[in-house]
């Protein structure tokens, strides 16, 4: 076959390519520079108390019962994988350092973070859609009203604080599961598992748990109102910014819990 010399063709061959090339790209320009209007309006009077508190509430009011329901089975299963190791070894009464390294460090923030990430950040995004198709948020510009104050500041801050003070809350609801799972039914010494748990586990990484669970509230906050307030092209295209905000928010997620967990093994030495 002999290859076309048609210079229209390369051109328009070109112009895809480049235009394939700059998508992502562009796409996460406009991530950081909403990111950027996001903290710069956060300390820009006046605050929206109001959404903020709404969002707050509903937020804590849709992640409360799922986080605390997955804590306890995901503590119990890594407190049953931890002791069979232990038990193999003759050290069962220290399941309780394992039970706290799993729950504070990993469990406690990504469970709560995974429930807030899929259930509230979800809800947002398709509000925020909802909101861009029907044009309100262009009618609050020619208002003089900015969007990015008076509505995604105030739900990127109740996606944060709930998830920190979640994360707590679900790490102490794990640590209790485990607790009785290990005590009365693979019958280790309740003094042995509550004294263990401080053995490995101490203020530093409690910290950096909080910080981690205060980083993935703020991410997928970020990440549910850019999809929201991007959305272009009719009701479909909601429903594909929840799912892409839902995938995006975990990928993140994963990024910043190696990250953040190899910091805290190296503070915590």
Same mark, same amino acid.
């Given at each position: =076959?002999?290859?076309?010399?048609?210079?229209?063709?390369?051109?328009?061959?070109? !112009?895809? !390519?480049? %235009?394939?090339?700059?998508?992502?790209?562009?796409?996460?320009g406009? /991530?950081? %520079?909403?990111v950027?209007?996001v @903290?710069?309006? *956060?300390?820009?009077?006046? /605050?929206a108390?109001?959404? &903020?508190?709404?969002?707050?509430?509903?937020?804590?009011?849709?992640s409360?019962?799922?986080?605390?329901?997955?804590?306890?089975? @995901?503590?119990? =299963?890594?407190v049953?994988?931890?002791n069979?190791?232990?038990?193999? @070894?003759?050290?069962?009464?220290?399941?309780?350092?394992?039970?706290?390294?799993?729950a504070?460090?990993?469990?406690?923030p /990504?469970? $709560?973070?995974?429930?807030?990430?899929?259930?509230?950040?979800? +809800? =947002?995004?398709?509000?925020? #859609?909802?909101?861009?198709?029907?044009?309100?948020?262009? +009618?609050?510009?020619? =208002? #003089?009203?900015?969007?990015?104050?008076?509505?995604v500041?105030p739900?990127?801050?109740?996606?944060?604080?709930v998830?920190?003070?979640?994360?707590?809350?679900?790490?102490?609801?794990?640590?209790? #599961?485990?607790?009785?799972?290990?005590?009365?039914?693979?019958?280790?010494?309740?003094?042995? &598992?509550?004294?263990? *748990?401080?053995?490995?586990?101490?203020?530093?990484?409690?910290?950096?748990?909080?910080?981690? +669970? $205060?980083?993935?509230?703020?991410?997928s906050?970020?990440?549910?109102?850019?999809?929201?307030?991007?959305?272009?092209?009719g009701?479909?295209?909601?429903?594909n910014?929840?799912?892409?905000t839902?995938?995006f928010? &975990?990928? &993140?997620?994963?990024?910043?819990?190696?990250?953040?967990?190899?910091?805290?093994?190296?503070?915590?030495?």
């Amino acid at each position: =076959m002999r290859r076309s010399n048609d210079p229209c063709s390369s051109k328009l061959s070109d !112009t895809v !390519t480049g %235009a394939t090339l700059l998508g992502p790209v562009r796409s996460g320009g406009k /991530f950081f %520079a909403l990111v950027l209007d996001v @903290f710069v309006t *956060m300390f820009r009077p006046p /605050f929206a108390w109001r959404e &903020f508190l709404d969002q707050t509430w509903f937020v804590a009011r849709v992640s409360l019962l799922p986080s605390l329901v997955l804590a306890v089975p @995901f503590v119990v =299963m890594a407190v049953f994988t931890i002791n069979v190791l232990l038990v193999e @070894f003759g050290a069962a009464d220290y399941s309780g350092s394992g039970a706290s390294l799993s729950a504070v460090n990993q469990l406690g923030p /990504f469970v $709560t973070v995974l429930v807030v990430a899929g259930a509230g950040a979800t +809800a =947002m995004c398709a509000d925020l #859609g909802a909101r861009t198709i029907r044009e309100e948020l262009d +009618a609050m510009r020619v =208002m #003089g009203i900015d969007p990015i104050q008076a509505l995604v500041v105030p739900r990127v801050l109740a996606a944060t604080v709930v998830a920190f003070l979640l994360s707590s809350l679900v790490t102490l609801t794990g640590l209790i #599961g485990g607790f009785f799972f290990a005590v009365f039914v693979q019958h280790v010494t309740a003094g042995a &598992f509550v004294a263990g *748990m401080t053995i490995i586990t101490g203020l530093t990484d409690v910290i950096v748990s909080m910080i981690k +669970a $205060t980083l993935f509230g703020l991410t997928s906050g970020l990440i549910a109102c850019y999809k929201g307030i991007n959305v272009g092209g009719g009701p479909a295209a909601v429903g594909n910014a929840v799912n892409e905000t839902v995938v995006f928010s &975990f990928i &993140f997620l994963l990024l910043i819990n190696a990250v953040m967990t190899a910091i805290g093994f190296q503070v915590g030495k």
